[in-house]
């Protein structure tokens, strides 16, 4: 008899007001919090990779979090991507792996086999020791006779490297299926630079119509399963299978190593620690967190330390580029305290104000702040979900704040800023999405006096195709541009952001693509700005 029978029924008797899981599903959940089987417990037969009869490699390859000396490989074999197992019985297989500094595998470096477990969705997370520091490699699956596509990953500088003359990545957030094509993610294939940091809303958890909402499919129906919300962990698993089955998406993280972190769609909108958006009870929806946190683990290229257990995963982590650059990566959603004022745009109050608010979480807020203090680089960068600047709507006294930015949380704000410049931090840049625009802020000590000044630099690249293609400049341009002196940039077309680290000066480039609710859209620059080491502070380039 299973012994947690009673925690299951109470469980699916929360769920059934939502009627979103069964007791069976309910029993799924619940595991991640008891006892969910190591990989392997529960697949103890073998199954032979020569018998998998369709291409296994549907979702694409990608890397990782580079370090030093080693990069992270990523796969998940689903020859059957749309349908729940994927196209595979419950049985381990074995994948073998190669890494080369060719395209063509004639200087083979390293090789090995992973296994890919059905407890985690037949995912692949490989990590590869011994290699060269800052240079490129290229790597590659297999398994039986099928053979992936090739990536391009790249280890990073040595820590301590004094002379590292440049580096550069971009800025990508907020890819909702739904709302149009992936040309966004095509051209940043084509973008020469060292990694993606993915800043969040890598999924939607809204559901998407056969006809690929805004994509507007003729030649082709998605399942009805995929027109749901999603809560099981067979939904979320679902779901990333549909947004990894693109061919632009898959360019991307074949092209590049990405740095992910997560924003609320992964699980929810707006959901805030233990809080859920519509008031179901924190045991009820740490059930869905623990589930979109298992399948936000099994389909992105993350190392072991990011691996999640039960509701609970520890994303917020540190990556080094030699002495040019550290990037600190946070998380805003999983430790912040509720929204004020029951979210939304508010009047700021007491609340937004109050000390004993937090975005991020007491141990994380340290563990920043201490990072800070013993940085050496010239620039940190510090990669995060939603708009860090404060943000008037209005130019008038009766403005309102967005409750789920920071400026909600204008405490916590206040002590990271407090506490970069206490430890000597001259090249802040802070990195957000969300706000599906392109936003270029100068970060002021005191956001109140246009006369404050200047501490560091906010990029808040726009959406990839989130509110489909946009306007240069949307209703708001001149109301929230006369409100926020230190707004230097807007733009709310869909796209990407490059940044490019240079020793003396870093250069942005806000890049939008014409359209997304068709194919084909073509790229420009909207906007390039340059912000100079020891004198922070946008200038148009």
Known sequence: MDTHLPELRAAARRMGRRHFLTVAGAAAALAF???????????????????????????????????????????????APFEPDGGL????????????????????????????????????????????????????????????????ARTAPSPSSFWVPSMSFAAVACAAYFDGYYTAYKHVADEDVDMVVHLGDYIYEYGVDSAGGHRGYTDR?????????????????????LYKNDADLQAAHAAHPFVVTWDDHETENNYAGAVAENGVPPEE???????????????????????????????????????????????????????????????????????????????????????????????????QQVTFAQRRDVPTADYRLSMDAWDGYAASRKRLLDGATAAGVDNLMVLSGDAHVGYGFDLKADFDNPASRVVGTEISTTSLTSGR????????????????????????????????????????????????????GTLSTAASFTTSAGTPGLQPA
């Open 221 to 241: 129906k998605l399942p009805a399963h995929f027109n749901t919300e999603t809560v099981t962990l067979q939904d979320y698993r679902l779901r990333y299978a």
């Open 89 to 152: 019985p419950a049985q381990r297989v074995e994948v073998q792996w190669e890494v080369a500094y060719d395209e063509q595998f004639y200087a083979l470096v390293r090789s090995g086999t992973a296994t890919a477990h059905p407890e985690y969705a037949h995912s692949v997370h490989v990590e590869v020791p011994g290699l060269d520091e800052d240079r490129s490699y290229y790597y590659r699956f297999r398994a039986g006779t099928w053979i992936s596509p090739v990536g391009r």
């Open 33 to 79: 919090t008891t006892h969910l089987p190591a990989a392997g417990a529960a697949s103890r037969t073998a199954l032979d990779a020569r018998k998998i009869s369709a291409y296994p490699f549907t979702l694409g390859i990608a890397s990782g979090d580079p370090l030093p000396d080693s990069v992270l490989l990523w796969t998940r074999l689903a020859p």
């Open 469 to 520: 293609d946009g306007a240069q400049k949307p209703g708001n341009w001149i109301s929230l541009t006369q409100a926020n002196p230190h707004l230097k940039f807007y733009d709310g077309r869909r796209g990407y952001t490059v940044v490019r680290l240079g020793q003396s000066s870093a250069g942005i480039d806000f890049r939008t693509v014409s359209a997304v609710t068709r194919p084909g």
């Open 285 to 383: 929806f740490l059930l869905r967190r623990a589930a979109a946190y298992r399948a936000y683990w099994e389909n992105l290229p993350l190392r072991p330390p990011q691996k999640p257990a039960g509701a609970d995963m520890r994303l917020y982590r540190r990556l080094r580029f030699g002495r040019l650059a550290q990037f600190d990566i946070l998380d805003t959603r999983q430790y912040r305290s509720d929204q004020a004022y029951g979210d939304g745009w508010q009047a700021p109050g007491p609340l937004t104000m109050d000390p004993s608010r937090t975005m991020t979480g007491a141990e994380q807020e340290r563990w920043l702040l201490d990072g800070w203090k013993t940085s050496d680089a010239v620039w940190n960068i510090v990669p």
